[in-house]
Each structure stands twice: as C-alpha cells, then as structure tokens.
C-alpha cells in the first residue's frame, strides 16, 4: 500500500479522521433527507396557504388592502396595495437580487396553487422575500422574512457539527502526540544502545508500550550481561594460560641441557592436558545456550535422559507431574542440570534427591544433597564466573555460571537456598 502514510502518526490521523468525515457525511445526508426537507416543506405549505388567503381576499373585493385588513394582520405579513399598477412595471422597480435553489423552488409551488401573475425576488438586503400578484388593474405586494420559507438552524446545525468534530480532532492529535512520543523514545533508546552508548530509558506511554519498553530494558541487560561475561572470559583466559604457558616456555628451553628429557617431556604433556581442560571449560561457558534451536520437549523424559548417565545410588528422582511439553533448548538445560548434579555428586554424602513439580506458569526442577552446603552470604558469589568456593576441588569456577546463563536464556531463574537435609538446595525456575 504505496499511498498510505508511512510515520505512525499520520496511520493514527487516517484511522480518526476517516470515520469521523465517514459519520459527518451519513448524519448530514440524513439530516438534510429526513429532517431539513421535511421541516422546509412544511413551512412552505402553511406559508403558501397564507398567501393564497391574501389573494382570496383581495379577489373578494372584502376590503382596502392599505393598510393591512385586521382579519389577515394575525398572519404577520406586511401586505399592502399597488393601485393602477401594472405587475411588468412594478417588477423593474424592485432592484435585482440573487435567486436561489429556495426560492425557485417556492415559486415553482406556490404557482400550482396561485393562479395569477406573480413576481417573487428577494429585496435588497436579502433579508424578507417580496412576492407580488396581478389582480385586475393593482398589484397585491407581500413582504415576509425569509425564515418564513427555510430553516435557519440548519447552517448552525452544520457549522456546530464541523466545529465539534474539529475540536475532537485536536484533542485526538493531543494525546495520539503523546503516545507517539513513548514509541519514538523507546526506538531512540534502541538506536542509541545500538550504537554502543550508555542511555537511561525509562518506559512511558499506554500499557502496551511500557510492556514494550520493559522488554527493550529486559534484553539490554541480557545483553550487556552477555558482554560482560565475554570480557571476563577473555580477560581470565589471558591470566589462567599466562602461567602454563610460562612453564612451557621455561622446560622447553631446558629441555636441551636436560640429563632426564623424559621428565621435562612428561610435565610439558600435563601442562597441555591443563591447559586443554582449562580451555575445554572456557568454551562451554562461552558456548552457553550455543545455537542451538529451541523445540517442544517434555522436561520429565529430558530430565530422564540427563540422569541415564548417573549409576550412583544416592540419587532419587521426585515426579510431581508425569509429562509437560515445553519449547526449550534441550541439550542446554541438559548441561545446566549435569552441571548442578556434578556438584551435587561431589560434596553429598548420602543422598541427592532431585524434584520436578510444576507451579502456576513455571516447571521447577529442585537438586538438595546432603552435603556440608555454603554460608547463605555465598549465594551471589556462587553463581560468578570464575568463582571457587572450594579451592580444594578441581575446576575453574564455572559450573554454576553456566547453569545461571542457561536458564536466563530461557527467561527462567536459578537460586540456592538451604536443603532440608542441611546440605544445599538449588531451584531452576523455568516459565511455561
């Protein structure tokens, strides 16, 4: 559609102004047909019969017409008498005037039910109507005002209809501005964090562009929570591969004066195979949901298959529910659980008791072991890249991160809370 506007605003004036001049056409058109017509053809009728009463009148010969007979003065016309007058000389003494459609109209009428020589015009001003009559040798002059033959109300009826519908106009532009205002401040928030720039944005407008505008929040801080995490990935790898790589460089280098190589060549190989690991680590926080697409799955199977993997007895599987179908990245949130129970399978003792539920319009799926847990301040911590709780273990710190980036992907939550088998517990919340 070529000829339609292309800014929102004017899609939005076309949308009020088109049935307003639509319902202005259909009031105006009934209202001229039913009412207006109606209401001039009735004043018409009972003017014409006082005018065909004058002339009876003066064809009855009752009385003078100068001045006005008391038994027609009720009827509010100004008549009087031309005596020796002839109707084509008394026609160019009335000064010319303009005829309308009204007044052709009425003398079209008013000569089906008068049958004598008439004149009508409009007098000077345009204020009365003159009609003049040829009876014997006088001309019979009447003189009324012209809303005697046509509604005068009917002008203002419009004029009230236009200017009502142009005031309702301006206070639809009024606040279609403003609405307007929100849309272009929500895309020149967008424009601007896409240019890389830091921008304040806070959502206005009706209910549906502050939903927009708190999604447009919602992305930017995924996004800039994404960048971070790269830049801290990067910035970590530097660090962690500096100190291997020194090694390397120093047994290398020793390794031609060396009396025992085979000893240099097996601390080169375990520093590779560090190093492998630590980069093998890096890739899967890096990779994070990946590209993977998302499709329809039922979580209780995939949880089924994630835990095909686990022969340790210490492990229970709670069902709160048999089967939910939902869109998920399923190899991710395989990860994400693997890596929680990898966790679990380190620090429990006795028993890991895995539960999935559904609540309103999320599937919860809940790890608790029976291990020694973490101090309630370390929460936060836990979920940080490169973060160890235990320096003990083996590992970069990652796991959790992982976890934390997964479910996030999938608008979902992660939290720790204390196990009622005083170990630690961990929810993914994920919406359905």
Request: proline content about 4%.
């Amino acid at each position: 559609m070529r000829f339609l506007p292309q800014t929102l605003f004017f899609r939005f004036l076309l949308i009020i102004l088109i049935p307003i001049l639509l319902l202005q056409l259909v009031v105006a058109f009934i209202f001229y047909q039913r009412h207006w017509e109606n209401v001039t053809l009735q004043m018409q009728n009972a003017l014409i019969s006082e005018i065909r009463y004058i002339f009876s009148v003066a064809l009855s010969g009752k009385g003078n017409m100068q001045p006005p007979l008391p038994d027609i003065d009720f009827l509010r016309l100004h008549t009087f008498t031309l005596p020796n007058q002839d109707l084509n000389v008394y026609q160019k003494t009335v000064p010319p005037s303009y005829n309308d459609a009204s007044l052709l109209t009425f003398d079209q009428r008013l000569r089906q039910v008068v049958e004598l020589p008439l004149f009508l015009s409009y007098s000077r001003n345009g204020a009365t109507v003159i009609v003049a009559g040829q009876i014997n040798h006088d001309v019979v002059v009447i003189e009324f005002s012209t809303k005697r033959f046509r509604s005068p109300t009917t002008y203002i009826f419009i004029l009230w209809m236009i200017g009502t519908s142009i005031l309702l106009v301006a206070v639809s532009i009024t606040f279609m501005r403003n609405q307007i205002k929100s849309i272009l401040k929500l895309a020149e928030a967008a424009d601007t964090f896409g240019k890389g720039l830091n921008v304040d944005f806070e959502p206005s407008g009706s209910k549906e562009i502050r939903m927009a505008g708190r999604a447009f929040i919602k992305m930017k801080k995924r996004i800039e929570h994404q960048i971070r995490h790269r830049t801290e990935l990067l910035a970590h790898i530097s660090h962690d591969l500096r100190t291997p790589l020194t090694s390397l460089k120093l047994q290398l280098a020793l390794l031609a004066d060396s009396t025992n190589p085979q000893a240099i060549v097996e601390a080169i190989d375990k520093h590779v195979i560090e190093m492998e690991r630590m980069v093998k680590g890096y890739l899967n926080f890096a990779k994070g949901e990946g590209n993977e697409e998302v499709v329809s799955v039922d979580i209780v199977t995939l949880l089924h298959d994630a835990l095909l993997q686990y022969k340790d007895a210490r492990i229970e599987l709670k069902q709160r529910i048999n089967s939910y179908t939902m869109f998920i990245r399923p190899q991710a949130i395989k990860r994400a659980c693997s890596n929680i129970l990898n966790n679990a399978i380190q620090h429990a003792k006795d028993k890991i008791v895995i539960t999935i539920t559904k609540r309103l319009s999320s599937i919860y799926i809940i790890i608790d072991d029976d291990g020694k847990g973490i101090k309630r301040s370390m929460y936060q911590a836990a979920f940080s890249a490169f973060h160890r709780l235990d320096e003990s273990k083996d590992g970069y710190g990652l796991g959790l991160a992982i976890v934390k980036s997964i479910v996030q992907s999938h608008g979902g939550q992660v939290r720790l809370a204390k196990s009622p088998y005083n170990g630690l517990r961990v929810v993914v919340s994920l919406p359905v």
